[in-house]
């Protein structure tokens, strides 16, 4: 649990987060097209870096303690942190988080989805789907005077309901100039309890929701998480800011969006 004050971030800073956003969507918008079978991970790392540097950004996981790639890929069973690897090549049928952060002007634009590779499985379709709603549901509870236990306990009322698990291990956070910082987002929880919401609050909300178990199990490189089960997890992720009405979404690729206003 992060102990460090959280941090309002000014009007200057939240439209430096907005043009840090909006290319990290634009990198997962050009990188979709080569997720197809045939493909390695490596080589959509190495395309997300190429378009990166070509437009001026920093990967922010490269490097970050220690972390040897650009972007996470998490395969099927991966539910976060996946290296790319040239030996790890996509499949008719399976699942991809891609989750990037781009640095611009020092600030960072975090945000992740989960891709279908080809055709897959109705149960696997609806897996996708109901974590992609859980991401929404989560952001429609973000509001002033709101409480972060809230926006767990709508992904994960729902998640259940579906007959899926929500991972306890890893959380949303806060983030600005710095990657991880206060508060953390738990994607479960209660409502009313937790810190109370104010304008100028930004933070990832970032479901991982689990076809099995939500326990996981760290794989030997000390990044790689995975179901304990080895069952598939999906995951969605926005950077969000609290406004003074509702919550704005900062990682689309066409600017704004006003979600949940009172």
């Known amino acids: ?48 870096e190429r378009w990166t540097q070509a437009h001026g950004a920093i990967s ?16 099927n069973e991966v539910i976060c942190h996946g290296i790319p690897n040239a030996k790890q090549i996509l499949r008719e049928g399976d699942i991809i988080n891609i989750d990037v952060t781009l640095i611009v002007d020092r600030y960072h634009g975090d945000t992740s989805k989960t891709f279908i590779v080809g055709v897959s499985s109705p149960k696997v379709q609806k897996l996708v789907k109901v974590t992609e709603e859980c991401l929404c549901l989560g952001i429609v509870e973000v509001k002033p005077d709101a409480k972060i236990g809230d926006i767990g306990a709508a992904i994960q ?14 959380v949303g956070h806060g983030i600005s100039n710095i990657f991880h910082t206060a508060p ?3 994607h479960y929880g209660i409502r009313g309890r937790g810190k109370r919401l104010r304008p100028g609050m930004v933070f990832t909300i970032e479901p991982m929701i689990n076809e099995g178990t939500y326990e996981v199990e760290m794989l030997s490189d000390g990044w790689t998480a995975v179901t304990r089960d080895r069952k598939l997890s999906a995951q969605f992720e926005h950077t969000i800011v609290v406004t003074e009405d509702g919550v704005e979404i900062l990682t689309l690729p066409e600017g704004p969006s006003n979600h949940g206003k009172t």
Do not use: W
Request: proline share 7%; net charge positive.
């Open 157 to 170: 009322e729902y998640a259940e309901a579906q007959g899926f698990s929500v991972v306890r291990d890893f």
């Open 184 to 186: 953390d987002i738990p």
């Open 60 to 75: 922010a996981p490269l490097g970050y303690r220690g972390f040897p790639k650009s972007i996470c890929t998490s395969v």
């Open 1 to 48: 649990m992060k102990t460090e004050p959280i941090v309002i971030l000014s009007q200057r800073e939240i439209e430096k987060m907005r043009r840090a956003g909006r290319l990290a969507a634009k990198l997962l918008q050009h990188l979709e097209p080569l997720v197809k079978p045939g493909v390695s991970t490596l080589q959509l790392n190495d395309e997300a």
